[in-house]
């Protein structure tokens, strides 16, 4: 029980107190989505919408902000410019609000506006820019590369730092310093695999190499959204799909291949059917790419290309609330 100081009030020890919102990013704990798969096998899911910007993007946020202020790229209290399509976005502004560096944000109109929303509430400017073919809830390469333009045009206004989370070795840096350590303690060194999709591929990047460092026989599987898979090596199809902030029909910069054994696709249907059920199943409320990381958690286990037994390690990236319900017509 916490001391009780003389005016009654319940005091915290010192060490437990946390000197602002940076200290709450991390950490997060792993939960067993025994409900939802009943094995033989496990799926273990990394809570990374427990983040204080409610996504796994705070943490190579702070990863690149901290190594950019220690190179001396950014100077204290400059701007920062960042594209996004509202994770990083949200990571950003919780880090720029804390170390006080004026942010402002370009993301595509078809990122859900709940983004923008949460992003400005913490002090940061988004600018929302029109979408080149894509539409409402689903995002292209090409409407990225129109945000893109916008996003390097006010780096030149106001001669920001642009944050280029895309090229960023500190974004898969923070997942091999971080994420990945925070797997291996919580499992107690028991993974047989590990599935993630891949939008910057920091990340998938990170996390798979601190895992195969410690065990060269655990498997890492790239999630990619039907008909826009490219990683395994198809023509893309599909470029409208549901999965914000992913699958956007290139390999990404930073992705290694020799981080990854094989791929696993995923449809909307498939993301939308898993999001609900971990929903329904374990009473969390998460996005689309998490759904999309749980189906191919359960694809993997039943496709026999692991033991039918393995643990398999995943991540509920974000929050549903991030997004805009999905029209029913979309599926019809």
Not at 169 to 182: D, F, I, L, Q, R
Not at 286 to 292: D, E, I, N, P
Request: aromatic share 6%; proline share 5%; charged share 20%.
């Amino acid at each position: 029980m916490a001391p009780i100081a003389e005016n009654g009030q319940i005091t915290a020890p010192e060490n437990e107190i946390k000197a602002s919102a940076l200290e709450l990013i991390g950490n997060t704990p792993i939960v067993a989505l025994d409900r939802l798969y009943t094995g033989p096998g496990r799926i273990l899911a990394k809570c990374e919408f427990m983040n204080p910007g409610a996504s796994i993007k705070c943490r190579s946020s702070l990863s690149m902000i901290q190594r950019a202020l220690k190179s001396g790229e950014l100077k204290p209290g400059a701007p920062v410019v960042e594209v996004t399509s509202g994770n990083q976005g949200c990571g950003l502004a919780v880090v720029c609000a804390v170390l006080q560096h004026p942010l402002t944000l370009t993301m595509s109109k078809g990122n859900s506006a709940q983004r923008a929303i949460h992003m400005e509430a913490l002090g940061a400017k988004c600018v929302r820019v029109d979408q080149v073919e894509g539409t409402y809830g689903n995002v292209t390469l090409a409407d990225v590369k129109a945000v893109e333009e916008v996003g390097l045009k006010i780096v030149a206004e106001q001669n920001a730092y642009y944050v280029n989370q895309f090229s960023n070795e500190a974004n898969a840096s923070a997942h091999y310093a971080s994420t990945g350590p925070e797997i291996w303690k919580q499992t107690g060194h028991h993974v047989d695999a590990f599935v993630a999709t891949v939008g910057t591929a920091g990340t998938f990047v990170g996390t798979s190499k601190y895992l195969k460092e410690q065990n060269p026989n655990i498997k890492t599987y790239v999630v990619e959204p039907a008909g826009a898979e490219p990683i395994k090596g198809d023509v893309v199809t599909k470029p409208l799909h549901l999965l914000q902030g992913s699958g956007y029909g290139c390999v990404p910069n930073l992705f290694k291949f020799e981080y990854m054994d094989g791929t696993l696709s995923v449809t909307d249907e498939e993301a939308v059917e898993y999001k609900n059920l971990i929903g329904e199943k374990e009473g969390l409320y998460v996005g689309y790419t998490s759904g999309a990381n749980v189906a191919a958690a359960v694809k993997l286990l039943e496709s026999g290309l692991i033991p039918e037994d393995s643990w398999v390690v995943t991540l509920l990236n974000d929050t549903g609330l991030k997004y805009t319900p999905v029209p029913e017509e979309l599926f019809k």
